[in-house]
């Protein structure tokens, strides 16, 4: 049984404003999580997966004639994750040897920061009775690597003299790249 305390607090901001045809906001969140258990991290206070501290959202909306036009800018301050700072050797009962990732602080370290803008085209027709929409959206138009997870491994490898060691080898998760959507809608 873990028993624990978590405290949240943050901000929220949210600002529009719509000329014409032509309509924008910008919000911006700061959001604070931190938790406490007695069994984990030496009883120590640690950021939570939830603790993103920064989030910016920026919006653009252009309705000219029988088109849209879409531009959003999304950026987050990187996330917490738990470091390795080493490999950490066992001896096992039947005299082997095992050996594990060594890991710091809980949620000690971050992630790099996250940003993508996404850009959006959209043409609205009808025929007849039918209604359409025919568009292009690009997700992540400038192709950032933005990071979602780190993890860790340990893996044998070799010094110049043919030494075996342990070290600690990392394994990062990428969200998507640039990607395309082309989207045909019709209503009738």
């Not at 000329?19 to 030496?42: E, Q, V």
């Not at 939570?48 to 000219?64: G, M, S």
């Not at 340990?154 to 790249?177: K, P």
């Amino acid at each position: 049984d873990i028993r624990g305390v978590e405290n949240v607090g943050g901000l929220e901001v949210l600002w529009r404003q719509k000329h014409g045809a032509y309509s924008h906001w910008i919000s911006y969140t700061f959001s604070n999580a931190l938790a406490r258990f007695d069994s984990l991290n030496s009883g120590l206070q640690f950021p939570t997966d939830a603790d993103q501290r920064h989030a910016i959202n920026w919006t653009h909306n252009l309705d000219w004639k029988k088109w849209s036009f879409s531009v959003a800018w999304n950026f987050h301050s990187g996330r917490p994750f738990t470091p390795a700072i080493g490999v950490k050797s066992i001896n096992n009962p039947d005299g082997s040897i095992a050996h594990e990732v060594l890991y710091g602080p809980r949620n000690s370290a971050r992630l790099p920061d996250y940003h993508r803008l996404d850009v959006s085209v959209q043409y609205h027709f009808k025929i007849g009775k039918m209604k359409g929409d025919i568009g292009l959206s690009i997700f992540n138009f400038y192709n950032r690597n933005n990071i979602q997870s780190r993890s860790f491994f340990v893996e044998e490898s070799y010094n110049n003299n043919g030494s075996s060691q342990y070290v600690v080898g990392a394994f990062e998760r990428s969200l998507l790249g640039s990607t395309g959507n082309l989207f045909l809608l019709l209503r009738w």
